[in-house]
């Protein structure tokens, strides 16, 4: 069974860092892409950040590039999300999703199969 478990989220000021951990399990790591997303309260849910299992290539939603960093550890089969200098507008819920096969966008939620549960981010100003 495919499980993936995001935490890290929590309360910081504008311009801190907080980093969010997505262990995934019940599927070859090495063979997914795992992403990032987030959705605001009356948004739409967009893509942040993605990394491939295989061989670590990264996208980056312009919104974020320069500050979040996603990264890796195969062996632990987690993702990881740093988030630094956060704005108020990354207040969202952010979710880890896995996919094996990506046809089009990389950052499109409808690519991906399996979604963790969210893990609340809130940046105050």
């Known amino acids: 069974e495919v499980q993936l478990q995001a935490s890290g989220g929590g309360l910081v000021q504008a311009g801190g860092s907080l980093r969010l951990s997505c262990v995934a399990s019940?599927?070859?790591?090495?063979?997914?892409?795992i992403g990032w997303f987030r959705q605001a309260p009356g948004k739409a849910r967009e893509g942040v950040s993605i990394i491939t299992g295989r061989d670590g290539s990264t996208v980056y939603a312009d919104s974020v590039k320069g500050r979040f960093t996603i990264s890796s550890d195969n062996a632990k089969n987690t993702v990881y999300l740093q988030m630094n200098s956060l704005k108020p507008e990354d207040t969202a819920v952010y979710y880890c999703?896995?996919?094996?096969?990506?046809?089009?966008?990389?950052?499109?939620?409808?690519?991906?199969?399996?979604w963790g549960q969210g893990t609340q981010v809130t940046v105050s100003s």
């Open positions: 019940g599927f070859t790591f090495d063979n997914y892409a």
């Open positions: 999703a896995a996919s094996q096969y990506v046809w089009g966008d990389w950052l499109s939620s409808h690519e991906y199969d399996y």
